[in-house]
């Protein structure tokens, strides 16, 4: 169950990618390698992460029917 | 070349009898080391795009992994060459990986997102650019005064903000169990909490946002969950 109060259901995807693709486990590190343009960055060979700029775009560009959260009001 | 896209770790040596599916629809299965494993899945490239539908399917194995272990969430897109390198990197982080498994086992995050925190801050200093008297200065000093004026409103915001985070943890960090709070990014206007709860207790936490936000009409408060612990780990990778 996703509880979701008061907004609307975007603001879980928003609340997802900020975790995903800024916490969590590190294995290698954080030393970061942009590509500019591309928006991506590589951790040694083996890490592949967001950048925040690519998170925000991210969230400018989701369409309301991307894959949903399995959520319901409370 | 196959790489080894890495979701979690969990505090047992195998993942189960129930199949999962990760990413390319691959299956997950476990690498493991000592009392833990890393949940894994084949992928046959070597980047992962971030986007709302690879992240959540992320999120989906590693709740699928919370229904029958601990787990703590690897930041999304972590690849690994083989098997062995990534058994040699958790083996040199086992014991803080172990720390971390026992003091999230069974617990959950909730995101809020709080807006309309004395906005009247910003707009006043919005308004010192179009001040009629501010017109007559030169624009050197024009521009010296506005800044001075944005940062101190900046900073009455700042204050506003935390008088608003003080007031939104008497009432919610005695439903939880850690809280870490902050602003969206330096200079905006949200605030922003995680909160680790227990699961069993997440239908409490959930009651006392509801309160919160019945007391505090006049703030924009969203909250969702129950996600996996991402920000309440502190593992951290040894030194290179």
């Known amino acids: 169950m996703k509880v979701r109060i008061g907004h609307e259901r975007n603001t879980a995807i928003a609340d997802l990618l900020d975790r995903a693709l800024s916490k969590g486990v590190v294995l290698w590190g954080e030393a970061t390698i942009s590509l500019a343009g591309v928006g991506l960055i590589y951790v040694g060979l083996k890490v592949l992460v967001a950048s925040v700029e690519t998170m925000h775009t991210m969230r400018a560009v989701h369409r309301a029917d991307a894959p949903l959260l399995d959520e319901r009001g409370a | ?240």
Do not use: K
């Open chain 2, 1 to 240: 070349m196959t790489m080894l896209y890495v979701y979690g770790v969990v505090d047992s040596p195998s993942l189960g009898d129930s199949p999962l599916t990760g990413h390319d629809a691959a299956s997950v299965f476990a690498v493991p080391c000592g009392d833990c494993a890393a949940a894994a899945s084949n992928l046959s490239r070597r980047t992962v795009v971030p986007g709302p539908g690879s992240v959540w399917l992320h999120e989906q194995v590693l709740e699928a992994l919370m229904r029958r272990h601990a787990v703590l969430p690897l930041r999304f897109g972590t690849l690994v060459p083989d098997a062995d390198m990534l058994r040699n990197r958790l083996a040199a982080m086992l014991p803080a990986l172990g720390d971390d498994l026992r003091r999230l086992r069974g617990r959950v995050e909730f995101a809020l997102r709080v807006t309309g925190v004395d906005a009247g801050c910003l707009r006043a200093g919005d308004a010192a650019e179009t001040n009629d008297a501010a017109r007559t200065l030169s624009p050197g000093t024009r521009y010296l005064r506005a800044q001075a004026e944005r940062r101190r409103h900046r900073i009455a915001f700042e204050d506003a903000a935390r008088g608003t985070e003080r007031a939104l943890r008497r009432h919610l960090d005695p439903a939880a169990e850690s809280a870490a709070w902050g602003l969206a990014t330096a200079q905006s206007t949200t605030l922003v909490a995680s909160y680790l709860v227990p699961r069993e207790d997440a239908s409490a936490f959930a009651a006392a946002v509801a309160d919160v936000r019945a007391h505090h009409p006049a703030l924009e408060i969203s909250c969702t969950g129950p996600w996996a612990p991402y920000s309440f780990v502190t593992v951290r990778p040894p030194e290179a």
